[in-house]
């Protein structure tokens, strides 16, 4: 398995409590010794006691026993501070942005100049969705697209799967630890696509402790799925509603208005004008006039939006670009 010390460093600073993100960004962006380390959490308003180097080497020991017990599962771990850490694209504050990930297959997919998409959607699409989804991913792959999802049911696996159908490259981000893939229907897709080039994400390295936890954990993937691409695109969606239905598609997507990320949606107004499963897409329709329409009929005019976006990527080793 591959990490830095750096790496290490990282991951044990974020156990103590107190210590977010945004403390990391501010305090870590840059690779610190050990001492260094201690003495700015000592420093932290967080802390009323004192903190020692032997008991920060004890959290290091301890990551270390978890990532050798998980070798299997894991090709490496790279934080910020680390020249290979991936940039994320958009505007984010620094307590959301990305400060260390699990990977598994080819992390140069995530690199500032990977045409990324994150196509994404509902747990239970029509066939007529899957039908129009899969010509859309299609098409982006056909024009050197990285495809990029959260290996859920319905949309999620079918963007994947279509993918892989047309020789594409796609990364999955996932909620849970490349040790304990979530869904468990999907651990052989996941299996097939790292076999296939792609690439598998996380930022937990050890299972949630509560329901909550896990509720988190899965908007805290929606999250990445608009840092990580250059724009995304909604297949379908319900609009909010009391049974909660694809929730993670409207934060998802709500993630990305926030970041300034280019949207897409699927959509046809003589089609799916009354379809509930398109509720989220009108929403997002009459957000503004940025929104790119796709469907059967404009392919040949959307692609190429879609494929052109071009949001701010910040990272160690990115230019910044303005959005186009």
Request: charged share 20%; net charge neutral; aromatic share 6%.
């Amino acid at each position: 398995m591959k990490y830095s010390e750096n790496a290490i460093n990282v991951m044990a600073a974020r156990i103590y409590k107190g210590i977010g993100r945004a403390w990391i960004v501010n305090n870590l962006s840059t690779p610190k010794p050990e001492n260094t380390i201690v003495q700015l959490l000592n420093e932290s308003p967080k802390f009323t006691s004192e903190l020692s180097l032997e008991d920060f080497n004890k959290k290091k020991s301890a990551l270390r026993r978890i990532l050798a017990e998980s070798e299997d599962a894991i090709d490496g771990v790279v934080a910020i501070g680390d020249d290979d850490f991936p940039p994320h694209r958009g505007s984010v504050k620094n307590s959301e942005r990305p400060i260390f990930l699990f990977y598994r297959g080819d992390l140069s997919l995530l690199s500032a100049n990977s045409k990324n998409v994150a196509v994404i959607g509902l747990l239970n699409p029509s066939r007529e969705i899957e039908t129009v989804e899969r010509k859309l991913v299609s098409g982006l792959v056909m024009n050197g697209a990285v495809i990029v999802s959260g290996l859920a049911l319905g949309c999620d696996s079918i963007a994947h799967l279509q993918t892989l159908d047309s020789n594409g490259k796609t990364v999955a981000i996932l909620p849970s630890p490349l040790s304990d893939i979530m869904p468990t229907k999907n651990r052989g897709l996941a299996d097939t696509i790292v076999a296939n080039g792609g690439l598998l994400i996380s930022e937990y390295l050890t299972a949630p402790k509560s329901k909550m936890e896990l509720n988190g954990r899965y908007q805290e993937r929606d999250r990445l799925q608009a840092l990580f691409s250059n724009s995304i695109v909604l297949s379908a969606s319900y609009a909010k509603n009391d049974i909660g239905n694809d929730s993670g598609s409207r934060l998802a997507m709500s993630y990305a208005k926030d970041y300034s990320i280019p949207r897409a949606v699927i959509y046809d107004q003589e089609q799916h004008l009354s379809n509930p499963m398109f509720d989220l897409n009108r929403q997002i329709i009459r957000e503004g006039p940025d929104v790119v329409i796709f469907n059967e009929r404009n392919s040949a005019s959307s692609l190429p939006k879609i494929l052109r976006a071009n949001p701010i990527v910040v990272g160690k080793n990115s230019v910044q670009q303005s959005l186009i």
